[in-house]
């Protein structure tokens, strides 16, 4: 169980709790205001990726290579940056690498919100990196999919739906 303390909107000194419920997967965050004499309940859902199983994670990492500290330097802006932790065995999906102060540290920028910038540091990280013009070819090649399934190029088809399509498509052919 974890203790903050801080002010609230109203300025009013708050009290925040953190108690993990081991009964489930989220946390429960209980904020009290000494002044008002209110009681507040949040839970937080976990993260995706402090979900993902060992298969997720093997096939999230698919086209990425491991890079070693020493090969850190030679990592370009615009490349895209997974990385386990190696102290509290956590996977992160990372994010697009801004910054490179290799042999210390990595500032990567999120790749849902620009705004999130965030430090990773070399010595307790195992990183992966898709190199920046692999990411940008995968991206382009992704937009023109996208802009010829808009037009009507290509239509979408679930997954369950094609197979059976494929089948017919099969007999027909024979």
């Known amino acids: 169980m974890s203790k903050e303390k801080g002010k609230g ?9 953190c108690i993990p419920d081991s009964s ?22 976990p993260s995706k990726q402090s979900q993902m199983t060992d298969e997720e994670i093997e096939k999230d990492l698919m086209g990425f ?8 330097c030679a990592l370009e802006p615009g ?3 997974k990385y386990f932790n190696n102290t509290t065995n956590c996977y992160k999906v990372g994010g697009i690498l801004t910054m490179n102060k290799s042999p210390t540290y990595l500032m ?9 910038v965030w430090s990773m540091q070399w010595e307790a990280n195992t990183v992966f990196v898709k190199r920046k013009e692999v990411y940008q070819a995968e991206l382009k090649e992704m937009k023109e999919v996208y802009y010829q399934v808009k037009s009507g190029d290509f239509i979408l088809v679930p997954k369950k739906e094609y197979k059976e399509m494929v089948k017919v498509l099969k007999t027909i052919t024979k």
């Open 65 to 72: 290579e491991q890079v070693e500290k020493e090969e850190g």
């Open 108 to 116: 990567l920028r999120s790749i849902y919100n620009k705004d999130i």
């Open 24 to 45: 489930s997967t989220k946390q429960t965050f209980k904020q009290f205001s000494k002044e008002k004499k209110q009681y507040t309940k949040k839970t937080v859902t």
């Open 9 to 17: 909107e109203d300025n009013s000194e708050i009290k925040r709790v």
């Open 79 to 81: 490349s895209f940056i």
